[in-house]
């Protein structure tokens, strides 16, 4: 394809769409509004740095060791499975034993991890391996309960955050529904809630191919008409469903970039 | 001009475009792709199955109608922002089963990408 050619695919005749001028205007907004956005939600450097190994444990389905570096030193090896913390293993120390009772491992594993968050000046997380030994004792944690633990969230690391995204974006909505968890939350016009609710139940969004949730955080927004745009987030198996006037959804799409793309 | 050839200048005119693939939503089918690099199947099928999970008629036409205005019809394009890329599918708005998908590396370039992957599946949908 020529030059010329390449100028008339750029071409944009008849004028941008409205999700392109949405998205226009989004990038406008830059990436300043963005890191507002994540500042607003980070908390204390320990508590997000904690944030960030839950995020990995819950992201990890199959059995793998986790390893956690301050840069490139190493400082720990986390046993994780179906998205539970088995063990974890100091470098250098013997690996922790939690206790049988799931409240008190999930306490002490979280004195562990509170260390390790406080050591590290630069925390990285990577997979060191299939866990060809998941733990001894056959206690293990759920990110749910760590969170709790650490008294971070209610609900776990991922909710966390989908929930700093509706709390921050729920000003702008027309109506939002939070779904797919057992307490559903809604807001905005309540007719308008059920039918986003209708809408989730559905599987709008969702690949019905698809037989675990997403591990990636999206974010989809969709023209409609009436100048008013749908937003479809979601992470893990928690979602938000809203509408949003069309002119608030670069604000929107800066609040989840703040929250989520700080992690590439 | 073939359609690998359009799609082959649609990723070269996007900056950041690493890939564009054209689709049917209703087969829910890659049917040609242009990538810099070989793309495993699954990673094209994931794109072509995302795109009709939002702009295909899935849902009931009530809620449909509700959600999208009284015609009930569906958006003809998707921005989907992911941690590590940003993903732009355009539906054709005549036949409905025509899409194409641009993986990008920034939203900068959703704007052009938009428009440009507007007019490219038209000419492909009108084979020119």
């Not at chain 2, 809620?63 to 590590?84: H, K, S």
């Given at each position: 394809?020529?030059?010329?050619?390449?100028?008339?695919?750029?071409?944009?005749?008849?004028?941008?769409?409205?999700?392109?001028?949405?998205?226009?205007?989004?990038?406008?907004?830059?990436?300043?509004?963005?890191?507002?956005?994540?500042?607003?939600?980070?908390?204390?450097?320990?508590?997000?740095?904690?944030?960030?190994?839950?995020?990995?444990i819950?992201?990890?389905v199959?059995?793998?060791?986790?390893?956690?570096?301050?840069?490139?030193?190493?400082?720990?090896?986390?046993?994780?499975?179906?998205?539970?913390?088995?063990?974890?293993?100091?470098?250098?120390?013997?690996?922790i034993?939690?206790?049988?009772?799931?409240?008190?491992?999930?306490?002490?594993?979280?004195?562990?991890?509170?260390?390790?968050?406080?050591?590290?000046?630069?925390?990285?997380?990577?997979?060191s391996?299939?866990?060809s030994?998941?733990?001894?004792s056959?206690?293990?944690?759920s990110?749910?309960?760590?969170?709790?633990?650490?008294?971070l969230s209610?609900?776990?690391g991922?909710?966390?955050?989908?929930?700093?995204?509706?709390?921050?974006?729920?000003?702008?909505?027309?109506?939002?529904?939070?779904?797919?968890t057992?307490?559903?939350?809604?807001?905005?016009?309540?007719?308008l809630a059920?039918?986003?609710?209708g809408?989730?139940?559905?599987?709008?969004?969702?690949?019905?191919?698809?037989?675990?949730?997403?591990?990636?955080?999206?974010?989809?927004?969709?023209?409609?008409?009436?100048?008013v745009s749908?937003?479809?987030?979601?992470?893990?198996?928690?979602?938000?469903?809203?509408?949003?006037?069309?002119?608030?959804?670069?604000?929107?799409?800066?609040?989840?970039?703040?929250?989520?793309?700080?992690?590439? | 001009?073939?359609i690998?050839?359009h799609?082959?200048?649609?990723?070269?005119?996007v900056?950041?475009?690493?890939?564009?693939a054209?689709?049917?939503?209703?087969?829910?089918?890659?049917?040609?792709?242009?990538s810099?690099?070989?793309?495993?199947?699954?990673?094209?099928?994931?794109?072509?199955?995302?795109?009709?999970?939002?702009?295909?008629?899935?849902?009931?036409?009530?809620?449909?109608?509700?959600?999208?205005?009284?015609?009930g019809?569906?958006?003809?394009?998707?921005?989907?922002?992911?941690?590590?890329d940003?993903r732009?599918?355009?539906?054709?708005?005549?036949?409905?089963?025509?899409?194409?998908c641009?993986?990008?590396?920034?939203a900068m370039d959703?704007?052009?990408?938009?428009?440009?992957?507007?007019r490219?599946?038209?000419?492909?949908s009108?084979?020119?």
């Amino acid at each position: 394809m020529g030059q010329a050619e390449m100028a008339d695919v750029l071409e944009t005749s008849g004028g941008l769409s409205r999700l392109g001028d949405l998205v226009h205007r989004f990038v406008l907004a830059g990436s300043e509004a963005a890191h507002d956005g994540a500042g607003s939600c980070g908390g204390d450097p320990v508590s997000a740095a904690l944030r960030v190994i839950l995020r990995e444990i819950d992201e990890t389905v199959l059995p793998r060791y986790l390893t956690v570096y301050d840069s490139d030193r190493p400082l720990a090896r986390l046993v994780v499975s179906n998205r539970r913390l088995f063990a974890l293993e100091c470098e250098g120390n013997a690996a922790i034993e939690a206790p049988s009772d799931p409240s008190a491992a999930a306490r002490v594993f979280v004195q562990g991890l509170r260390n390790l968050a406080a050591t590290a000046s630069a925390l990285r997380i990577r997979t060191s391996g299939r866990a060809s030994e998941i733990g001894h004792s056959g206690v293990s944690c759920s990110v749910g309960h760590l969170a709790a633990a650490a008294g971070l969230s209610e609900n776990g690391g991922d909710a966390d955050r989908l929930d700093a995204f509706v709390d921050q974006v729920k000003p702008f909505c027309h109506g939002w529904a939070r779904c797919g968890t057992q307490d559903n939350r809604t807001g905005g016009d309540a007719e308008l809630a059920d039918y986003l609710i209708g809408l989730s139940e559905t599987g709008y969004g969702l690949a019905k191919s698809a037989r675990v949730a997403p591990a990636r955080p999206e974010c989809a927004i969709l023209p409609l008409p009436e100048d008013v745009s749908l937003v479809v987030a979601a992470e893990g198996r928690r979602r938000l469903i809203a509408v949003i006037p069309t002119e608030t959804g670069p604000d929107v799409l800066s609040v989840w970039a703040g929250i989520y793309r700080s992690d590439s | 001009m073939s359609i690998s050839a359009h799609l082959d200048g649609l990723r070269s005119a996007v900056p950041g475009c690493s890939l564009v693939a054209f689709g049917d939503l209703d087969a829910r089918l890659v049917l040609r792709a242009s990538s810099a690099r070989p793309r495993p199947q699954e990673q094209l099928d994931e794109l072509c199955t995302q795109a009709a999970s939002l702009l295909s008629n899935t849902a009931g036409e009530t809620v449909m109608q509700r959600v999208f205005g009284e015609t009930g019809e569906i958006p003809t394009e998707a921005v989907v922002l992911t941690p590590d890329d940003v993903r732009i599918y355009v539906r054709s708005a005549g036949e409905q089963a025509d899409v194409l998908c641009c993986l990008c590396d920034s939203a900068m370039d959703a704007e052009g990408a938009i428009a440009a992957a507007r007019r490219v599946l038209k000419k492909i949908s009108d084979g020119q």
